[in-house]
T-cell receptor
C-alpha cells in the first residue's frame, strides 16, 4: 500500500449509530488531518494531529471524535450524527505542521458518509 | 468576504482548447499558492505550487500569481478529456513564530473537456 488509505469508502448510518472512519498513511509523515468536503463549499479543516498530538480543533461538534494512536493512523469516531453531516470526509498527511515551506498535503480518496 | 473566491463552474470546453482557471484572495500575507486536481471519487492531488509571485510551467500546465491584484491562475494548454476534474486552488501564509498557518481552499471549479 502506498500513499494515504481510507476505509470505508462509503458509509450509511442512522442518526443513533456509532461508526468510525479509518485513515492510514505510508509516507512517513508527521502530521495528519481530517477535512470535510461538501458540495459547493471549500474544504473545511476539522482536526490536525502533529506527532500524535492534536494541535487544531476547528470548532467541530463533539459528535465527531478524532483519535491518533500513532503517526501512521488516524480515526474519526462518529456518534449521533445529523443529516447535515453527510459529506465526503478526507484524510490527509504532510511532512510536518506547521511548516516553513509549502506544507504540501497528500490526500486519501475519502469516505463518503450519508446520515439518514 | 471569503478569504479565497473561486468560480465553481461547471466549465465545459472542447478538446484542444486553452483553459483558464482563476482564484482571487483577500489576505495579502499569502505566499504559497497551490493547485490541486480532484478526479471524481478520488481525493485531491497536488498539481502545482508556486511561492510568491511569478509563473511556473510544467508540461501543459502553467500557474501564474499576481500578488498586486491578489489573483492566481492555472492555464491548461491543449486540454484533453483526461483533464476533466475539479480544480481547487489553495494558499497559505508563511509560518511565523510557530503560529499555525492553515491551508485555505477555494470551492473548486469543475472542468469538463469534451472529446
Amino acid at each position: 500500500e502506498t500513499g494515504v488509505t481510507q476505509t470505508p469508502r462509503h458509509l450509511v448510518m442512522g442518526m443513533t449509530n456509532k461508526k468510525s472512519l479509518k485513515c492510514e498513511q505510508h509516507l512517513g509523515h508527521n502530521a495528519m488531518y481530517w477535512y470535510k468536503q461538501s458540495a459547493k463549499k471549500p474544504l473545511e479543516l476539522m482536526f490536525v494531529y502533529s506527532l500524535e498530538e492534536r494541535v487544531e480543533n476547528n470548532s467541530v461538534p463533539s459528535r465527531f471524535s478524532p483519535e491518533c494512536p500513532n503517526s501512521s493512523h488516524l480515526f474519526l469516531h462518529l456518534h449521533t450524527l445529523q443529516p447535515e453531516d453527510s459529506a465526503l470526509y478526507l484524510c490527509a498527511s504532510s511532512q510536518d505542521y506547521p511548516s516553513s515551506g509549502a506544507n504540501v498535503l497528500t490526500f486519501g480518496a475519502g469516505s463518503r458518509l450519508t446520515v439518514l | 468576504q471569503k478569504e479565497v473566491e473561486q468560480d465553481p463552474g461547471p466549465l465545459s470546453v472542447p478538446e484542444g482548447a486553452i483553459v483558464s482557471l482563476n482564484c482571487t484572495y483577500s489576505n495579502s500575507a499569502f505566499q504559497y499558492f497551490m493547485w490541486y486536481r480532484q478526479y471524481s471519487r478520488k481525493g485531491p492531488e497536488l498539481l502545482m505550487y508556486t511561492y510568491s509571485s511569478g509563473n511556473k510551467e510544467d508540461g501543459r500546465f502553467t500557474a501564474q500569481v499576481d500578488k498586486s491584484s491578489k489573483y492566481i491562475s492555472l492555464f491548461i494548454r491543449d486540454s484533453q478529456p483526461s483533464d476533466s476534474a475539479t480544480y481547487l486552488c489553495a494558499m497559505r501564509s508563511p509560518n511565523y513564530g510557530g503560529a499555525t498557518n492553515k491551508l485555505i481552499f477555494g470551492t473548486g471549479t469543475l472542468l469538463a473537456v469534451q472529446p
